[in-house]
T-cell receptor, first 113, second 115 residues
Framework: GAVVSQHPSRVICKSGTSVKIECRSL??????MFWYRQFPKQSLMLMAT?????????EQGVEKDKFLINHASLTLSTLTVTSAHPEDSSFYIC?????????FGSGTQLSVL | KQEVTQIPAALSVPEGENLVLNCSFT??????LQWFRQDPGKGLTSLLL?????REQTSGRLNASLDKSSGRSTSYIAASQPGDSATYLC??????????????FGKGTHLIIQP
């Protein structure tokens, strides 16, 4: 089956620093990838849709200047949390569509001190 | 705005029981519905996908139905096993062709199967 690799799995950083999260489709090409965020005991919330070769589409309320998305190839999308603050601490997870199903990475637990 | 609700939020049962997980959504204009399993600190595993034109899908001991008009999906797990312990998520995909087609998730049902 389709495999999506995401790393790092866990990152702890100081407030004000930037953190980059990578999402790779290992055995298929993904023109579209999705980034989600999950706060404790909350549902996964779509943050943005990453399109290869074009600008990402952000959901309402998500700051595009804070969450930078780059989808430079058909197998790689990156999410950079710029100037991270404690309220950005969350579980971030990416997904890519293969035929009709969405396959997810293993997620990144971000903790901002 | 689409909202997905899952009931119950948590469930703990002895091994061997048959289980029912409920999912409801407010906007019936969906493209498909997917059930996932999420293990602690890990990603999601797709269990079943039901297209909007379908009524039911089965995979092993898991069977899920979809009643789009009433905005409901029910997932049945037969002969539960301790390895089934996880959080089960229901998600709907917006109608294709209308811009972004990411999924809207429920908060999940946290399932514990007691040995």
């Amino acid at each position: 089956g389709a495999v999506v690799s995401q790393h790092p799995s866990r990152v702890i950083c100081k407030s004000g620093t930037s953190v980059k999260i990578e999402c790779r489709s290992l055995d298929f090409q993904a023109t579209t990838m999705f980034w989600y965020r999950q706060f404790p005991k909350q549902s996964l919330m779509l943050m943005a849709t990453s399109n290869e070769g074009s600008k990402a589409t952000y959901e309402q309320g998500v700051e595009k200047d804070k969450f930078l998305i780059n989808h430079a190839s058909l197998t790689l999308s990156t999410l950079t949390v710029t100037s991270a603050h404690p309220e950005d601490s969350s579980f971030y997870i990416c997904s890519a569509r293969f035929f009709e199903k969405l396959f997810f990475g293993s997620g990144t637990q971000l903790s901002v001190l | 705005k689409q909202e997905v609700t899952q009931i119950p939020a948590a469930l703990s049962v002895p091994e061997g029981e048959n289980l029912v997980l409920n999912c409801s959504f407010t906007d019936s204009a969906i493209y498909n519905l997917q059930w996932f399993r999420q293990d602690p600190g890990k990603g999601l595993t797709s269990l079943l996908l039901i297209q909007s034109s379908q009524r039911e899908q089965t995979s092993g001991r898991l069977n899920a139905s979809l009643d789009k008009s009433s905005g409901r999906s029910t997932s049945y797990i037969a002969a539960s096993q301790p390895g089934d312990s996880a959080t089960y998520l229901c998600a709907v995909r917006r109608r294709a062709g209308g811009g972004a087609d990411g999924l809207t998730f429920g908060k999940g049902t946290h399932l514990i199967i007691q040995p």
